[in-house]
């Protein structure tokens, strides 16, 4: 599966962004995805992961309240809705798919990541 993250940008703190991965490729209905984020010089973090079906989302605490993640598999797309945001926020942004069910990871397949940039 190919996947691509859009969606980055600039914004002010407090607004709002919806970041996409769209798969090509293949069907992404199979795939656990998760959302990661990477500060220059900083280890990638995990943000948020939801399985195939959406019944399992997982959230990191540190942004659990304003950042969502969910999926339509119609559309083959799953969706980060991050809220209030910060300047602590700015990252490269990515998105990764597993087969694997029943935990989080590993993840076999990457986006190219989008940038987010919060301005104070």
């Known amino acids: 599966v190919q996947l691509q993250a859009s969606g980055g940008g600039l914004v002010q703190a407090g607004e709002s962004l919806r970041l996409s991965c769209a798969a090509s490729g293949t069907t992404i209905s199979p795939y656990s995805v998760g959302w990661f984020r990477q500060v220059l010089g900083r280890e990638r973090e995990l943000l948020a992961a939801i399985n195939w079906s959406g019944t399992g989302i997982y959230v990191e605490y540190s942004v659990k309240g304003r950042f969502a993640i969910s999926r339509d598999n119609a559309k083959n797309t799953v969706y980060l809705q991050m809220n209030s945001l910060k300047p602590e926020d700015t990252a490269v942004y990515y998105c990764?798919?597993?087969?694997?069910?029943?935990?989080?990871?590993?993840?076999?397949?990457w986006g190219q990541g989008t940038l987010v940039t919060v301005s104070s």
């Open positions: 990764a798919a597993t087969p694997h069910q029943g935990g989080i990871g590993p993840f076999d397949y």
